[in-house]
């Protein structure tokens, strides 16, 4: 991009790419070919799309497994008759995800599921840590190579990059911080009194 395209007014291509953001590829496709603007459009709909449906069904899953095992109302497990879909952690998971998008601008949506997925990679190299120190000898199937130094890798650039998707919003780690809060505290109040297995459901 920086090679092949023309920036306006004899500006530097890094600066112009700068101020359009996300259009910047955009802006690249029309440069390059015929209607790439368009093109590029109707490919990032699509794509956009294809991973709200698989975030969407994954998410809800997810409330129906927690549903299941007492960490959230039971009633999310519920599974339709006719449908067989657990239809209240579907809905849930669409009324949280309008939600999201309503409140929050674009970056602060995206920046806040960047800072949760590093979060979760940070928890998966810490108990990658602490399991192989706690039960050395236990039979796993699989190996992590040049242990332990991938998972500190991992945490330590997991928390680089949280600190630089802090400069980049400050917002989106303040909503993170609030979900996070909030379902520590609905596990505290909720969990240790709703976590037998369910036997209705």
Known sequence: MLGAMTAPDGIPVYQYLGQLGELGVAEASGQFMPHGRVLL???????????LNATIYSSSRI???LGRGGDLPRQLAMVH???HTPYLAIGTTGVVILVMISTLRLKEVAVSADIMFLFLYFLVCTTVL????KWPDRERPFRVPFSP???WIGIVAGVGLSV????VSRRAWITVCIWLV???VIYLLWHRRNSSPPNDL
């Open 164 to 167: 630089i998707l802090f400069q």
């Open 149 to 151: 130094l991938t998972p």
């Open 41 to 51: 459009l109707f490919a990032g709909l699509a794509s956009t799309a294809s991973a």
């Open 63 to 65: 409330a129906f497994a």
């Open 182 to 184: 909030a379902g520590l």
């Open 130 to 133: 602490v399991l192989r120190r």
């Open 81 to 83: 008759s006719r449908q």
